[in-house]
């Protein structure tokens, strides 16, 4: 059975920290994989991510896919308390998307 | 363009009553998408839809949920009849599928809040 997994589920950390998180699949016929930042809203779109080893950047935000290990990380450097949100990972197979339950980031000011 | 468009926004309704949610895509994109998402289950897909016609419904949770697709420009989900548990928030997305199935990024709507007495 297809499954993503994002870790940890939930982080608080002070304004200036940098976080990881965490993106782990088990899919067949990968695609891409994708993240997105959600608030009290609908998710939008963060990053897409189909090759290995390749860092896509926007600002403070950062992520890479490992292909071979079957995992991806979003990095974010300098947090501010407007990146509080839940980050979600999601997985192309094909036509179909598989989303992780997602990570809760809180910053503290 | 305006995005994907859901309404409504906002529906409460009585357990046993139907529910009507709607979805306008965002014009040229082929493939269209519902999800529920609960604090208790996460983001779910519900059915998925390609050039209007349905593709993958695994994710409806019983026949009490219908969708249809009727041209490229409008979607319903439909709930009837409603139940408590039906509640939570539901998402349409939509994406442009090129040929050989590589999917583009899904552009989500605002969402409707259902709340089911």
């Known amino acids: 059975e297809d499954k993503v997994v994002q870790s940890p589920l939930s982080l608080v950390v002070h304004e200036g920290d940098t976080v990881t998180l965490n993106c782990s699949y088990e899919?067949?016929?990968?695609?891409?994989l994708l993240w997105y930042k959600q608030e009290k809203k609908a998710p939008t779109f963060l990053f897409m991510l189909?090759?290995?080893?390749i860092e896509k950047k926007s600002g403070r935000l950062s992520s890479i896919l490992d292909k071979k290990e079957l995992f991806s990380i979003l990095n974010i450097t300098a947090t501010q308390t407007g990146d509080s949100a839940v980050y979600l990972c999601a997985v192309v197979t094909g036509n179909q998307f598989y989303f992780g339950t997602g990570t809760s980031l809180t910053v503290i000011p | 363009d305006a995005g994907v468009i859901q309404s409504p926004r906002h529906e409460v309704t009585e357990m046993g009553q139907e529910v009507t949610l709607r979805c306008k895509p965002i014009s040229g994109h082929n493939s269209l998408f519902w999800y529920r998402q609960t604090m208790m289950r996460g983001l779910e897909l519900l059915i998925y839809f390609n050039n209007n016609v349905p593709i993958d419904d695994s994710g409806m949770p019983e026949d009490r949920f219908s969708a249809k697709m009727p041209n490229a420009s409008f979607s319903t989900l439909k709930i009837q009849p409603s139940e408590p548990r039906d509640s939570a928030v539901y998402f349409c997305?939509?994406?442009?599928?090129?040929?050989?199935?590589?999917?583009?990024?899904?552009?989500f709507g605002p969402g409707t809040r259902l709340t089911v007495l």
């Open positions: 189909t090759s290995s080893g």
């Open positions: 997305a939509s994406s442009l599928i090129a040929t050989g199935g590589i999917a583009d990024t899904q552009y």
């Open positions: 899919v067949t016929n990968f695609r891409s």
